[in-house]
């Protein structure tokens, strides 16, 4: 769409979308593609999902937006089911990832505040962490590429390693206020941090006074195969923030917190004009209804489990092209062993979507609801694009 009167800032692929059919996706001229982008882990139970049209046709036809200056019942609802399904005790609804990142922070940094320690402001975070666009949060994911050009960095934020907890803890000073970290990191390259690392850290949390805060973002709202990904450690952060997934593809996100990380947030200190509007809310509670439903979430590692024995197969058939698999639940990984834009592009001309990835991976994110046979297709078409490029390899090394 170069020349359109559009911000060039995306690098888009050369396809239109007209519609959506659970996993898969038509073009404007009728072309089908198996969709294991979706949308960046957005679209949880895929395109067009009954119940969630239902309820957003149903909400749309009778109220759109009133703001915060009024009691909203659907957002009251969906508040108490995440409180009641998790560690929290408060929830704040946003319109994105990034507003709910801002939110936690903001939550952290008023906590000491109210406690009478102004001077903690500061938030340990790790290399490969993507928290979001805006200034505080580009500053927060450390990333050089995001950061250039856009003035000086936010302070308040100091970078350690990817899982170098032992880095973390010297990282600690008496202007501390939390840690921020991804369970599993997305855009980093859907690495998982292991769980002994996430109990060091809240044991430094709770050493030092600080809160611990968690990106459940990309890798919440069944992602892993549990409601949220720390729930497989046994580990509970003391803030949480999440988006993408809970909305099925309508904008949303939130700000979880127990009621004593929340002590600071009082009337007026923090606000949203959209966030928490009735449409949003309608669409939250229907995924929450099909997500938490019975025997979904199982089904969602078993399918996992398919998925991932199926890639290693492709792995070892193809090792030129891919040098393993990484990852949990449906937020699987290509650790490729070529440029990961040439494998995405082998994967596009075999009508199959996937997402680039840090650490040259390529992200799938099948929505939750993907059949058995999408993902028998979605292998079959995986190994063709891999056989495409071998085939490719072998006949330059012939010249």
Not at 96 to 117: D, M, P
Not at 332 to 357: E, F, I, Y
């Amino acid at each position: 769409m170069s020349g359109s009167a559009l911000y060039e800032t995306f690098a888009r692929a050369p396809l239109a979308f007209d519609r959506g059919e659970g996993t898969w996706l038509v073009t404007d001229k009728g072309e089908r593609y198996l969709d294991f982008a979706g949308g960046i882990a957005v679209n949880s139970l895929g395109h067009s999902h009954p119940h969630l049209v239902a309820a957003l046709t149903e909400q749309a036809a009778k109220l759109w937006h009133v703001s915060n200056l009024y009691e909203i019942p659907e957002q009251r609802r969906l508040g108490e089911r995440l409180a009641d399904a998790t560690f929290a005790d408060k929830v704040f609804f946003t319109n994105s990832g990034a507003e709910a990142l801002e939110c936690a922070i903001k939550t952290a940094r008023r906590y000491h505040f109210v406690k009478g320690h102004p001077e903690r402001f500061r938030i340990i975070t790790f290399e490969g962490a993507f928290h979001g666009r805006t200034l505080a949060t580009i500053a927060a994911g450390g990333q050089y590429k995001y950061l250039e050009g856009f003035g000086p960095k936010v302070e308040g934020f100091d970078q350690v390693a990817f899982d170098d907890i032992d880095a973390a803890e010297k990282a600690i000073t008496p202007e501390t206020a939390a840690i921020l970290i991804e369970p599993v990191q997305g855009e980093g390259g859907i690495r998982p941090v292991p769980t002994q690392s996430l109990k060091r850290l809240r044991q430094l949390c709770d050493k030092h006074g600080l809160l611990l805060i968690f990106d459940e973002v990309q890798c919440g709202i069944g992602r892993t195969g549990k409601l949220f990904a720390h729930e497989w450690t046994g580990v509970t952060p003391d803030l949480m923030a999440i988006a993408k997934g809970i909305g099925g593809g309508f904008p949303m996100g939130a700000c979880l917190a127990t009621d004593e990380a929340a002590t600071g947030m009082t009337a007026g200190v923090h606000g949203t004009t959209f966030g928490g509007n009735p449409l949003a809310m309608a669409v939250g509670n229907a995924v929450l209804d099909v997500v938490l439903a019975d025997g979904f979430l199982e089904d969602v590692q078993r399918k996992a489990l398919l998925l991932k024995q199926g890639l290693a197969a492709v792995a070892d058939e193809f090792p030129d092209v891919v040098e393993g698999i990484r990852g949990t639940g449906l937020m699987l990984g290509l650790k490729c062993a070529m440029p990961n834009t040439k494998v995405n592009m082998a994967l596009h001309d075999q009508h199959l979507l996937a997402v680039p990835a840090g650490d040259n991976v390529i992200r799938l994110l099948p929505p939750l609801t993907v059949t058995d046979e999408e993902i028998g297709e979605a292998l079959k078409r995986i190994r063709g694009g891999a056989k495409g490029l071998t085939d490719a390899i072998a006949a330059e090394a012939a010249k």
